[in-house]
T-cell receptor, first 113, second 108 residues
Framework: SAVISQKPSRDICQRGTSLTIQCQVD?????MFWYRQQPGQSLTLIAT?????????ESGFVIDKFPISRPNLTFSTLTVSNMSPEDSSIYLC??????????FGPGTRLTVT | RKEVEQDPGPFNVPEGATVAFNCTYS??????FFWYRQDCRKEPKLLMS???SGNEDGRFTAQLNRASQYISLLIRDSKLSDSATYLC?????????FGAGTTVTVRA
């Protein structure tokens, strides 16, 4: 298993600004992912964070809006750029040795005003 | 059509009751299936994998019907601590697809 931490746990941001969320895993993992979850809704995959290369984005998500870094096998960041109220959501990081073995971080609750 | 669809509930049941619910998935090529549990304002955690032959883990029984593309979860002898949202999860194309969850509330 893997233990995943995220920072910050929550934030309130003004529209037009950017926020970078950090995800730290307590052991090396092959796969890391970023999700968004809005209240009462399912988790939506934003992208797969690839170590040492550009992230793989899902339909509807673009690098300019959600740049992702993954410098090593235990750490990744997601930036939410030029925020609008529609970006208010919970952002979750997950990691594991394969895409079907994922452990989740506690999430970052973002409110954009 | 959503990739994974679930009855959102809520299912309100008394302690000791049996509760069961399903989910359906659209991708017939999906290979792996899971139930995750998500407590209020917490992250999802793996409850159990679902195997073709069906499997049990204590009071929890999962079934898979590939022909009809649905997965079920049954909870026997419900406990107060079983109150949570249960997420149906299906793998495909090197990623997981999550249902919106079925909320179960067990009352004393």
């Amino acid at each position: 298993s893997a233990v995943i931490s995220q920072k910050p746990s929550r934030d309130i941001c003004q529209r037009g600004t950017s926020l970078t969320i950090q995800c730290q895993v307590d052991s090396q993992v092959t796969m890391m992912f970023w999700y968004r979850q809005q209240p009462g809704q399912s988790l939506t995959l934003i992208a797969t964070a690839n170590q040492g290369s550009e992230a793989t984005y899902e339909s509807g998500f673009v690098i300019d809006k959600f740049p992702i870094s993954r410098p090593n096998l235990t750490f990744s960041t997601l930036t939410v750029s030029n925020m609008s109220p529609e970006d208010s959501s919970i952002y979750l990081c997950s990691g594991g040795q394969s895409f079907y073995e994922q452990y989740f971080g506690p999430g970052t609750r973002l409110t954009v005003t | 059509r959503k990739e994974v669809e679930q009855d959102p509930g809520p299912f309100n049941v008394p302690e000791g009751a049996t509760v069961a619910f399903n989910c359906t998935y659209s991708n017939s090529a999906s290979q792996s299936f899971f139930w995750y549990r998500q407590d209020c304002r917490k992250e999802p955690k793996l409850l159990m994998s679902v195997y073709s032959s069906g499997n049990e883990d204590g009071r929890f029984t999962a079934q898979l019907n590939r022909a009809s593309q649905y997965i079920s979860l049954l909870i026997r002898d419900s406990k107060l601590s079983d109150s949570a949202t249960y997420l149906c999860v299906v793998s495909g194309d090197y990623k997981l697809s999550f249902g919106a969850g079925t909320t179960v509330t067990v009352r004393a």
